[in-house]
């Protein structure tokens, strides 16, 4: 079949595609990056293109307005090449690098009475071995080997056929007093040989990396193995994004074509350029890194291991491995040391991964002494109920939408991003503050949960989350889909368009905290637990730092509990993944709540959906369950200002 | 430094060369293969080439008459390029493809009450498992390892990343019904996991090989590992041969550059080359093969595994490893199923390998009730003295005497080799049995102990190995290296050359035999016992099969034992690896007669120079040790004739 020429501007690029092929694909073709948060399914509508010239034919415009299709767009993977054509493709919003600073991780410090040297897998033993003689003609592996159980008491350990590659010139080139260093994961158990060299190599760093691949972001520590410091850390967007914004696309992408290749590519590239950053900042090299502990949700570990995670997306949502086996850098591709042991934590199941396991342990919920619940907020929200004697976990799909995905201003919480808002309820005008100062772009999910909170209190949104349009406000005006509320006019963004909430955005938002707060509802009837009863409420994920426990109360997001029963923890997954990394009995440990910690399946049954459908209200629609908000919607509204 | 132009004919080749360069590389670099079996040592004369015109310097002439070097003849291993030149290099001598029958690797029985049920490592398993559901989501692989523990009992068990990357797939097409492949090498042992496929796998053959290397042959053995059956044989040259015809030629040419890298690829090319062999016989595929048993000397495994041997030349003898770990298939780039089993059975020291415990076992010596000798006779002469309550070996560097290197017109016993000789008494005149008939090309090695011992007791060599100038016969004339023995006048042979033994050759073939009857007397006299004492001579090793035993007991390469001591077993390395193969109890005797093996470094003292000088003559120093030759020299001549 003949091919029809594509060209598109301002990148000038030109390719061929014959009849049928996705303008989405052409686009790659032709070496241009567009980006596809929602995987490709027409639902983010990011990826549009406007067709100048020649023959496209849209299967869908979703998501596009009437003046939009008017003007020639089209969403580039819900198009279809159909002959020659021009097409524009507008420059895509920048996957802008964003480094968290410390803050973000939260702090961690080393677990009481840390002895590394009872604690650490990781070894480094000097060893003198006797040189052989005519008298001792003993090979120089069973050499090394009978030096180290004499000297270390390590008897059974194993090498690599790229170790014993190297190993007699090292012995000789170093006079028989060589540094080795081995990983024994149980104590006095198996030892595998990860390197050996000369004396001086006894100066040389010994480094750790913890690993957090979280669906939007990627966080790496660099830890000192000898003393469990923190070296530095750093964090970046999941290069990944740009190929679905959630797990759900992200697994749909995995099974189209090479997509799982492209996805492992992406993560890695994340991770290694981390690696590279952390390495630069601690100045070292990334060679002497020879430990990773990884966490992250179940898809996120799959994808970054080639295991395809169909499975996890289809009923009845199980995945091909929950505690993968321990491998090596250059298995996984990791640009660490090669033979660096890569131990991916386990996981619990689907959609209740690593990143809870490890997030139980360092979060605390672990070892207390009365029941609490810990939640970690993503673009997935994974909630556990429990305590030292039980744990009961879910996972309720939130969607991206507090990431700023599927809400028509919505945006990540980089500079330019509106992160808290205040509404005047005399005026009905809003303060903004905005990340970075100057002009706002967008609203990132803390300023999206702040509008939404202000515009209910303010009487502006029902408990439905309908616009109430018998208000006669400027800022209430009718829009593409209905009734918007403009937050700021056009001459005072960045981009000289309102920024506006609609509808949509509303009822994507309801969706997403509706889903958090059904999954600890159901979970707290699934013990028994009235929701109040819980003794703490651990936040968890960088997201969740950013949160204003008030307005989440007041939206219905979290449950209506005492301020102070908040704990905002950071990113507890990396943490968790640091404790194992240093501490064989932490890794131990996280083994172990993934044992004991039972796994809540919400689709079971419709107890999920009817704790769902309740609390698609501003902010349930059993006022009794949030009296605080009761209160204040009853009285005159005495909200702090802006300052 | 500007490039010299270096044109080679018939080939045509021309390649730049900067002064300085060797002209063996030059010829390398042009495309051009030459052998070169001594390794570029200058010491066979082998890679000679002549020089039509230009500035060609020669280091050595060693090796090269004065007609030679009138003619322009050059060794391209010791010529250095320092101009343009023209070059012609001679047509090679083939390094023709060498088929064994069977007769050459010898038969080998199942072991007695040969179970492969407890006996193979390998098992093949039906697994009916418990299709996930929203009751258990349990994980694939944990439910693949549930289902291994209840059906089959077995409990620790691993895999690999490719294995667990195609898992979910493979259980969900094959409705979770599977059969898997594992290795388990200890009975109620750790597991690994080699392969998993839908219930008609179980139908598919399950195949082993067992891979004998040699310094000259690979011999490989397709074995069918359900029921033990070898289904297919195959030998061919080992490809290093063209890098170097000896051990220690092999062991310099590896330490040069890339040496050892392309030593590894030749040798993998010639084992991949057979294995197709062996499948194609028995119409079957490579995959199907996911085990092997590797025997060889120490250092055919060194280069096997890309693992420098250079210290196994270098006093105090010391081999890196005697005992590799258990390798895939993938890791060493053999092409069988990538993830099967390479188990490269254990050697003793540098020069008692495994060709030497395997072939320990399978020559019976293992079990031998009263002292036996066993001797692998090769490039490397291995002996072992004992039975089944000691066991004591050494090694001799007989060198490629017998295998017709270092020798004027010697050759490999292929077509054209004479390999028998007999001389009348009456005439001198010799009568010659050829290899597949013919014209005859020049000499193997049985060939060469023929003639030496037929020469010797018709009084044309004296003691000492010299020509009997004082008799006047035609066919004893001056050659270039002093009086010779024409055995073939030029008009009979297939080059139109005489056919001839000269001193040099004489003095090769006495260094070979006096090394290897020196190792059998040191060793006998180690553990104070008189050779005459053993109660067999087990004579293992493919050359060995045509070894005529009352020649090689006249020349002195035998010692004078009743000849119905002595058992050829043909190539008892690879029939030990075979038992290895298949029997997990032969396999664990292989590592007991390693370890129980003592080896004599027979270069630690002067006991073994002492022994050798006295075995440098025809048939020794000390004729009491071979009463029936010195019969045979003291009365008239009996011998027999050619039919």
Not at 104 to 130: C, E, F, K, M, N
Not at 431 to 454: M, Y
Not at 576 to 591: E, F, M, S, T, V
């Amino acid at each position: 079949m003949a091919g029809h020429t594509i060209r598109f501007s301002p990148q000038g690029r030109v390719t061929e595609a014959p009849t049928g092929t996705l303008l989405s694909e052409a686009v790659a073709r032709a070496g241009i990056d567009l980006v596809q948060p929602c995987g490709g399914q027409g639902r983010c509508g990011r990826c549009v293109a406007q067709v100048c010239s020649g023959e496209i034919r849209a299967r869908s415009t979703l998501r596009l307005s009437e003046a939009d299709l008017e003007a020639g767009y089209v969403l580039a993977c819900q198009a279809v090449v159909e002959g020659d054509a021009e097409i524009s493709i507008p420059p895509q919003e920048e996957l802008t690098r964003h480094l968290t600073s410390d803050r973000t991780a939260g702090a961690v410090s080393l677990p009481q009475g840390y002895d590394p040297q009872s604690s650490q897998t990781i070894r480094r033993i000097h060893l003198d071995i006797a040189p052989p003689s005519t008298d001792d003609q003993t090979d120089d592996w069973s050499r090394l080997l009978g030096a180290l159980r004499r000297q270390a008491s390590i008897g059974n350990i194993s090498a690599d056929l790229n170790l014993l590659r190297r190993l007699g010139v090292i012995l000789r080139a170093s006079g028989w007093r060589v540094v080795i260093v081995l990983d024994q994961p149980v104590q006095n158990g198996n030892a595998r040989l990860l390197d050996i060299g000369p004396p001086e190599t006894d100066e040389m760093p010994l480094y750790g990396i913890t690993v957090d691949i979280g669906t939007t972001t990627v966080t790496v520590w660099l830890v000192d193995l000898l003393t469990g410091d923190v070296k530095a850390q750093a964090s970046e967007y999941n290069q990944q994004i740009r190929r679905g914004e959630d797990i759900i696309a992200r697994i749909i992408y995995a099974s189209k074509n090479d997509g799982g290749h492209e996805l492992r590519q992406l993560v890695l590239q994340t991770i290694n350029g981390l690696v590279d950053t952390v390495c630069q900042r601690a100045r070292t090299r990334p060679e002497h890194v020879v430990k990773a502990a990884v966490s992250g949700n179940t898809t996120m570990l799959h994808l970054l291991l080639g295991i395809p995670p169909a499975s996890i997306r289809l009923t009845p949502f199980v995945p091909v491995v929950n505690q993968p086996p321990p491998l090596t850098a250059a298995e996984i591709g990791l640009e660490i040391h090669p033979r660096a042991t890569v131990d991916c934590l386990p996981g619990v199941a689907s959609y209740v991964g690593a990143d809870i396991t490890a997030g139980t342990l360092s979060s605390g919920l672990e070892h207390a002494e009365t029941t609490s619940l810990f939640i970690d907020v993503g673009t997935n929200g994974e909630i556990v109920l429990g305590s030292r004697e039980w744990l009961i976990a879910c996972a309720c799909s939130a969607g991206p939408a507090f990431e700023g995905a599927g809400v028509r201003d919505g945006m990540r919480a980089t500079k330019g991003a509106i992160e808290e808002v205040w509404i005047s309820s005399e005026t009905l005008e809003p303060t903004c503050r905005v990340i970075g100062g100057g002009k706002p772009r967008g609203l990132c999910g803390s300023g999206l949960i702040s509008l939404i909170a202000e515009l209910f209190l303010n009487g502006l949104l029902d408990k439905a989350g309908n616009v109430n349009v018998g208000i006669e406000h400027p800022r209430l005006q009718m829009g593409e889909h209905g009734a918007e509320y403009v937050l700021v006019w056009a001459e005072d963004t960045v981009h000289g368009e309102n920024i506006v909430l609609n509808h949509v955005d509303v009822d994507n938002l309801l969706r997403a905290k509706a889903a958090i707060y059904a999954g600890f509802s159901v979970l707290a009837e699934s013990v028994g637990m009235p929701l109040e009863e819980a003794q703490q409420v651990l936040v968890g994920g960088s997201f969740g730092q950013y949160i204003n426990v008030e307005k989440a109360i007041e939206i219905g997001l979290f449950p209506d509990v005492a301020w102070e029963k908040f704990k905002f923890l950071g990113n507890t997954s990396v943490q968790g993944a640091y404790l194992a990394l240093i501490d064989r009995k932490a890794r131990q440990k996280i083994a172990d709540i993934a044992a004991r910690m039972t796994y809540l399946e919400l689709s079971a049954d419709n107890t999920f959906y009817e704790a769902f459908t309740s609390a698609l209200f501003l902010p349930h629609t059993d006022m009794s369950r949030f009296p605080s908000v009761a209160q204040k919607l009853a009285r005159p509204q005495e909200k702090e200002r802006a300052p």
